[in-house]
């Protein structure tokens, strides 16, 4: 589970943060925020279960923040601290379902309580949620293999009159009406792998209960698992939150499944999002489309949740050029023009993301035409292609090697460098570009809104998938680029130019100078005015 401790006083967020045991009450991770505004901040991007604050804090009380949370969040668990032993705060804080209201200082006992109390809280509604016989009972109902029919067969294309939708939809007892919906399309990662032969439907029934808990307080909820082995959710929203951000709900949402579904099942969950559509006319479309995005864009990567953006889908009938075209791959290799032939394959998998990112067929014959080259060349000098590329070839023999573009691509770039022998190539990777739009956008607004979420819509990325890219590319978390950045240019700023204190903290992005003092000396040790007066 993971914690925040809001608190204007950085002493007792440290303190409380760095110097409990709160691993032993199964507390993986605790953030630390120094005011409520940094704490929605971090909200936004972490699937916190539990949050600790005080209540009198400036520019937003924690009674406020609670109010904030609930409004998108009513099952993190609230621990309130505080200097007051104030009715109202006690009676406004147990309104808004707080675990705890706790007088400062609390003593050890009293906190851990507290947070254990939180934490039985969060284990008996999720289990209650997940359990297997909840999922049993769902299983042995016939209502549910109806409904998820009919969607199976709306995702395929399946056309009906509009009184034949009217009426079944209402014989299901399914609240969707014919407007804006959008799909969620789910796929359960390699840990669940163990539930193959005993279990795999009980795992799938608890994950779309699960869906339903947490996506089903903003959206009507239609669920079934579909024949690629995708979970596929439609989603409408309420008549009653119909105000609430189309835009960011879903995400968040999604988040919160995957987060619980690793926590309670303990397996993780790839997420595509849709755009919202017409229902039912346009649901096959964007249908494909969130198909061919697992396919195209998050492939073999794991625990993403992934919006679809402007990504056209406009497959038609045609030939596969590249593959064929002088010279081929298997002439470039007879010669031994390697950098030609890695050059061929980057035309050949570009052919087939623009064009063909949705057929098969193109990518098995994009695939098998490759393999006869390698498996030629081989020949050629007396081997097969087993004795020289090792395991890879179980990947061939088995057809994963064709189940997707970026699948081939991998196979295909790792196979031809153990041919160069000993050669090695790497992919430029779309990543490092997301990094320097970031770090460029972040350098030349420092004193405008840099927060994870701005930078995030900057570049037209989800905050979790932009914070997880940029840390395998750099190493360093997004949030500790942005601190550093902040206070090189303020130290920089105190040492060459005659600014004010004041004036320097606006242009580093902190608009309340003390806090900027306060975060100055906490990473220096002295205050800003020190600095520059020692320099």
């Known amino acids: 589970m993971q914690m925040i401790i809001v608190d204007d006083e950085a002493h007792w967020v440290d303190n409380l943060s760095m110097h409990k045991p ?9 953030h630390k925020a120094y005011s409520a505004h940094e704490a929605l901040q971090i909200l936004e991007s972490h699937p916190i279960d539990i949050v600790i604050s005080d209540v009198l804090m400036p520019e937003m009380t924690g009674i406020e923040l609670i109010e904030r949370i609930r409004m998108f969040d009513k099952k993190i668990k609230c621990i309130i601290l505080s200097g007051h032993s104030d009715f109202e705060f006690t009676k406004e804080a147990v309104r808004h379902q707080a675990v705890d209201y706790l007088l400062k200082p609390p003593t050890d006992n009293e906190l851990f309580d507290a947070v254990k109390s939180a934490i039985d809280q969060l284990n008996t509604e999720w ?14 109902e016939n209502l549910p293999l109806l409904r998820g029919q ?3 067969d709306a995702l395929r294309g399946h056309r009906m009159p509009t009184e034949e939708w009217s009426r079944k939809l209402e014989n299901y007892g399914l609240p969707f009406r014919y407007g804006d919906c959008a799909l969620l399309l789910v796929r359960m990662e390699e840990e669940f792998g163990q539930y193959k032969h005993n279990g795999q439907q009980l795992m799938e029934y608890a994950i779309i209960n699960m869906a339903e808990e947490i996506i089903g307080e903003f959206t009507e909820v239609w669920g079934v698992k579909e024949e690629h082995g995708y979970l596929a959710f ?3 929203l309420k008549e009653d939150h119909s105000d609430v951000g189309k835009e960011t709900i879903l995400e968040k949402l999604a988040m919160q499944l995957q987060y619980k579904v690793k926590q309670f099942l303990k397996g993780s969950l790839s997420i595509v999002i849709t755009e919202w559509f017409q229902f039912p006319d346009q649901l096959p479309d964007h249908y494909r489309q969130a198909s061919a995005y697992f396919r195209q864009i998050v492939g073999d990567e794991r625990e993403f949740v992934m919006r679809v953006g402007d990504f056209e889908q406009n497959v038609s009938k045609g030939t596969l050029d590249a593959i064929h075209m002088p010279p081929t791959l298997i002439n470039l290799l007879e010669v031994g023009r390697w950098d030609a032939a890695e050059d061929k394959l980057g035309t050949v998998f570009a052919e087939l993301d623009d064009r063909w990112s949705e057929s098969w067929e193109h990518c098995m014959e994009a695939g098998f035409s490759i393999a006869a080259s390698f498996t030629h060349l081989a020949h050629r000098n007396g081997y097969t292609l087993a004795n020289l590329i090792g395991p890879e070839i179980e990947t061939l023999q088995s057809g994963e090697a064709f189940s997707s573009i970026s699948k081939l691509r991998k196979w295909s770039l790792g196979v031809l460098g153990k041919l ?3 050669t090695s190539n790497e992919i430029k990777d779309i990543r490092s570009l997301y990094v320097k739009k970031v770090q460029d956008f972040a350098e030349k607004n420092l004193h405008l809104d840099v927060s994870l979420r701005a930078l995030a819509d900057h570049v037209n990325l989800h905050p979790t998938h932009l914070s997880k890219i940029y840390k395998i590319e750099t190493g360093e978390g997004i949030s500790d680029y942005m601190s550093s950045l902040r206070m090189e240019r303020a130290c920089h700023l105190l040492k060459t130019t005659d600014k004010k204190v004041y004036q320097i903290s606006m242009e580093v992005g902190y608009l309340d100078p003390a806090y900027f003092i ?4 906490r990473q220096f040790g002295v205050t800003p005015q020190e600095f520059r007066d020692s320099n």
């Open 22 to 30: 709160w691993h032993t009450l199964g507390i993986e991770q605790v």
């Open 127 to 140: 289990e209650s949620i997940s359990s297997y016989e909840r999922t049993q009972y769902t299983l042995r």
């Open 150 to 152: 009919l969607l199976l």
């Open 234 to 236: 439609l989603l409408q």
């Open 420 to 422: 160069k022998e000993n």
């Open 518 to 521: 306060k975060v100055f000396k």
